[in-house]
């Protein structure tokens, strides 16, 4: 990334099944940000801040059924209901500190939905993909603007209450769905026969 774009990332949960990162940075230079500075006009963070993870903590095998042979994601829309149900206990979380509630982005859960699935596809858990795009990318590769975004990803949640606790309990991740500034959300869900990756992207 060019020095004049701010990259946060914070290395938060070192569970079986969850881990993740908090990415945060400027979006299109065209949007202003609320501080009056642009994006060349805040400091370069070539060093990314690591917080210690949780202990390893092993949990129990728990058996998942497959999904139905005849189930596919929506490709467009908010209208999945597992992953609306993680939006809502975003949202009742972000209620009880006194934030006000993400709605649900059609582009931007898009683009969670196929990180989720290539993540599922190729074998692999990373906010960077295999093609070398971050968060950001596949953002602004959407159609999506912004001025600051974040991204959460998990892998082997059973379900929306599942994975929702395992981000609450990991700083960078409990940040992201905290974030005062944030005010849309896109979540995709890949059940991965079974393994189920989970995407969380946020933006102002």
């Known amino acids: 990334m060019s020095p004049s774009t701010r990259l946060v990332v914070v290395?938060?949960?070192?569970?079986?099944?969850?881990?993740?990162?908090?990415?945060?940075?400027?979006?299109?230079?065209?949007?202003?940000?609320?501080?009056g500075l642009s994006d060349a006009a805040?400091?370069?963070r070539?060093?990314?801040?690591?917080?210690?993870?949780?202990?390893?903590?092993?949990r129990p095998d728990v058996f998942v059924p497959s999904p139905p042979d005849?189930?596919?994601?929506?490709?467009?829309?908010?209208?999945?209901p597992i992953e609306q149900a993680v939006i809502a206990r975003v949202n009742a979380s972000?209620?009880?500190?006194?934030l006000g509630a993400v709605r649900c982005d059609p582009a931007m859960t898009a683009v969670a939905r196929e990180h989720s699935s290539d993540m599922c596809a190729r074998g692999y858990f990373d906010h960077t993909g295999l093609d070398g795009r971050d968060p950001f990318d596949r953002l602004r590769d959407g159609g999506v603007r912004f001025s600051s975004a974040g991204e959460n990803i998990a892998q082997g949640q059973r379900d929306a209450d599942d994975v929702h606790t395992a981000w609450m309990n990991s700083p960078g991740h409990r940040r992201n769905i905290l974030d005062g500034d944030y005010g849309r959300i896109g979540v995709g869900l890949d059940r991965c026969g079974g393994?189920?990756?989970w995407t969380q992207v946020f933006a102002d």
């Open 11 to 35: 290395l938060a949960l070192a569970l079986v099944g969850c881990t993740g990162e908090l990415w945060m940075e400027g979006g299109d230079r065209e949007i202003p940000h609320d501080s």
């Open 94 to 98: 972000r209620t009880s500190m006194g």
């Open 70 to 80: 005849a189930w596919s994601a929506p490709i467009v829309g908010c209208d999945d």
């Open 46 to 58: 070539d060093d990314a801040a690591a917080v210690p993870g949780d202990a390893f903590v092993p």
């Open 42 to 44: 805040w400091p370069a």
């Open 195 to 197: 393994d189920m990756y």
